[in-house]
C-alpha cells in the first residue's frame, strides 16, 4: 500500500446521511473476484439519476468525497472502499464514519477524515461557489484547507490509523514489520506443535 501524506484535488458533496455499503456498491457486484472494477458501480442506483453529483462535470475527476454523518454503515464489504478507490476517491470527509467501514479504508489506504458538521458545511459552501476549488487534506497535520478560500479546519483521525496511512502499511504490511520474530519463533517452536509453514522431519 503506498504511504498516504497529503490528498489534494477537486471534490464533490453527497450531502445525505447514512450512506450505507450496498448503496455505495450493491450486492450484485460482488461476485468480482478481483478487488478492481468496482468504479463503474460505486453508487450506481442513485448514478441512473442524471442530476446525481457524479454525473456533473468535472466529477470524474474528484479526490475527495464530502459526504453526510455515518457514512458506510450497512454490511462490512470491502468493496465499498475498492469501488471508492476504483472511480479515484482518495479521501472521505464526514462527520462520523460506521466503525467496520473506517477500519475497512485504512487498511486499504482510504482517508477517512471525521469533521464536525459545521466543517463539512463550510466546504460544501465554498464548493457550491466554486466546484472547481482545490480541498487539500494533510494527514500529518489532521488539516483539511481550501487555500482558494482562505479556509483551514482540523479533522479526527486516530493516532493508530494516521501511522499507518504514513507509512503506508495494510494489514499485511503491518505483519511483515515482524517478520524477523515471526522466523525466529517459528524455529523455536517444538516440532510436534502446528507450524505456519510445511516442517520437513528431522533425518534419523
Not at 450506481?44 to 459526504?67: H, M, T, Y
Not at 457550491?128 to 480541498?135: M, W, Y
Not at 494527514?139 to 493508530?160: C, I, K, M, Q
Not at 503491518?174 to 516442517?199: M, S
Amino acid at each position: 500500500m503506498r504511504a498516504v501524506t497529503r490528498v489534494q484535488g477537486r471534490a464533490v458533496v453527497l450531502d445525505r446521511p447514512n450512506i450505507d455499503t450496498d448503496q455505495i456498491i450493491p450486492a450484485a457486484w460482488l461476485k468480482r473476484v478481483e478487488r478492481t472494477g468496482f468504479g463503474p458501480g460505486l453508487f450506481i442506483a442513485w448514478r441512473a439519476d442524471p442530476a446525481f453529483v457524479l454525473n456533473q462535470p468535472g466529477a470524474g475527476e474528484a479526490k475527495i468525497l464530502i459526504a453526510g454523518a455515518n457514512f458506510g454503515c450497512g454490511s462490512s464489504r470491502e468493496h465499498a472502499v475498492w469501488a471508492l478507490q476504483d472511480f479515484g476517491f482518495e479521501a472521505v470527509i464526514a462527520p462520523s464514519f460506521a466503525d467496520i467501514f473506517r477500519g475497512n479504508s485504512i487498511g486499504a489506504g482510504l482517508l477517512t477524515a471525521q469533521a464536525d458538521e459545521a466543517v463539512t458545511a463550510g466546504l460544501s459552501s465554498a464548493l457550491a461557489a466554486d466546484p472547481g476549488t482545490e480541498v487539500v487534506l494533510d494527514v500529518s497535520e489532521r488539516t483539511v484547507a481550501v487555500p482558494a478560500a482562505g479556509l483551514s479546519f482540523p479533522f479526527a483521525l486516530p493516532d493508530y490509523a494516521r501511522w499507518r496511512l504514513l507509512e503506508g502499511l495494510d494489514d499485511i504490511g503491518t505483519t511483515l514489520r515482524h517478520a524477523a520474530a515471526i522466523a525466529d519463533f517459528e524455529q523455536r517452536r517444538p516440532a510436534w506443535l502446528p507450524r505456519t509453514r510445511p516442517f520437513a522431519p528431522a533425518s534419523a
